[in-house]
């Protein structure tokens, strides 16, 4: 593995194929994907409930392998990866925002935030710091003490976001951010998605079913059967 990525490039994939099943029972999930996405910009895939995009956004983190076709991130070939070489990349430079929050319960939220970078060797009470201080930016420096059950949805994924970012990863993936969320909750963690992962040398990649945050992304990908259907650039005066 190289030591740093070539940050000219974001995600690129390429002809990836994608099956489930035996025999008659087998379904191609993925059928010959090609998508991308950009530095500095917040992609969004969208498509119907059982299109591919988590299949797509699973094999793009390397928790499953196509059957063909390659991915690269930052111009790293995740195929060429050997295991262990596969799970501190991921670690290194991958965020994940998943739609049921994720966050251990008996936690605070400081500790929540403070996971990756304690996974990456830090000692606690500098972890603990680094999370408060990007829960903090995220609006929730009140918040930082509790536990999950004593917070709101929105806090909740606010926390999730706060847990993506705080390792600083060169990749963001947000998989139905907003589902379990109400219009407002949704809106706000949009807003600090917008404002707090939107970097030069970052991409984010947003899964989700919500028109109601179209207006956030700088292009729309479709899906539809295993494949992408549409590619569209957005010009929007609500981006940041």
């Keep these: 593995m190289s030591s740093v990525p070539d940050l000219t490039g974001a995600v690129t994939c390429a002809s990836i194929w994608k099956s489930f099943g035996e025999g008659e029972a087998k379904v191609d999930v993925l059928r010959g994907v090609n998508f991308m996405a950009a530095l500095g910009e917040m992609t969004f895939l969208v498509g119907p409930s059982g299109c591919g995009k988590t299949t797509l956004i699973s094999i793009i983190a390397g928790l499953l392998a196509p059957d063909s076709g390659t991915v690269s991130l930052f111009g790293e070939r995740l195929s060429l990866l050997a295991p262990r070489e596969r799970i501190l990349f991921r670690r290194q430079y991958l965020g994940f925002v998943f739609q049921q929050y994720n966050l251990l319960p008996a936690f605070t939220a400081a500790e929540n935030v403070a996971v990756p970078l304690v996974a990456a060797g830090w000692g606690r009470e500098n972890a603990i710091g680094k999370a408060r ?22 806090q909740q994924q606010r926390v999730a976001l706060a847990r993506a970012l705080v390792h600083e990863p060169r990749l963001i993936i947000c998989d139905e951010p907003t589902a379990a969320l109400d219009h407002r909750s949704g809106e706000s963690v949009m807003e600090r998605l917008a404002t ?25 990908i ?10 569209k650039k957005i010009e929007s005066l609500n981006q940041p």
Excluded at 133 to 150: K, S
Excluded at 222 to 231: A, F, K
Aim: no cysteine; aromatic share 4%.
């Design 133 to 154: 201080e990007v829960l903090t930016h995220l609006g929730l420096a009140h918040r930082t003490e509790l536990v999950p059950q004593l917070l709101s949805g929105g």
């Design 222 to 231: 479709e899906m539809e059967d295993g494949l992408i259907r549409s590619s």
């Design 196 to 220: 707090s992962a939107i970097h030069p040398d970052r991409a984010v990649i947003v899964v989700t079913h919500d028109s109601r945050v179209f207006h956030f992304a700088h292009r729309i």
